[in-house]
């Protein structure tokens, strides 16, 4: 799903909320390239990966009263990142599914977005490929729904336009 922060505008910095939101979305291979660069000390975990159930609420055309849609599986997990010249910063993830390599590695780049720092490399290394990753995405579900749309007005024009008995 594409949101609203997704795009990058010039005139708001990216927050901590819009980078998780990203990274929660992120495929893993495109983390992995991004943060194979970044060898920090290995992590203390405060939390390890773990799989859990999240509940799902939905709104009646997108803007009645909330209601439970459903359960979906959820891991997450939180650590600490020690740096050498600064304070650890902690970085936690929510990812959908069952895949323990995503959210470690979504941790480790909330935690390293937090470094004023790294935050304008990973902007360009992290950030950035993956809104274009999700832009891209967004573009290809758009495509295909609209080669099934069905134009009404053209298919009565292809069957004639007027009907037996109907008089201009």
Known sequence: MFHFFDNAQATSPTTRAQWMALLARAPQDLMDQALAAYTASPPVWL???????MMVQGRVGGTGQR??????????????????DAQPTVGVSYVMGR????????????????DPAQFADLQTRLLNPIRAHLLQAQT??????QSTKV??????????????????
Do not use: W
Request: aromatic residues 4%; negative net charge; contains cysteine.
């Open 47 to 53: 939390r390890k990966p773990e799989i859990g159930l």
């Open 67 to 84: 209601f439970n849609l459903g359960e979906m599986t959820v891991t997450r997990c939180a650590l600490r990142l020690g740096h050498a």
């Open 99 to 114: 895949n323990h390599r995503q959210a470690h590695l979504a941790a480790v780049a909330d935690a390293l977005l937090q």
């Open 140 to 145: 290809k579900r758009h495509q295909e729904a």
């Open 151 to 168: 134009d009404f007005f053209t298919v009565a024009r292809e069957a004639g336009g007027q009907e037996e008995g109907d008089e201009a």
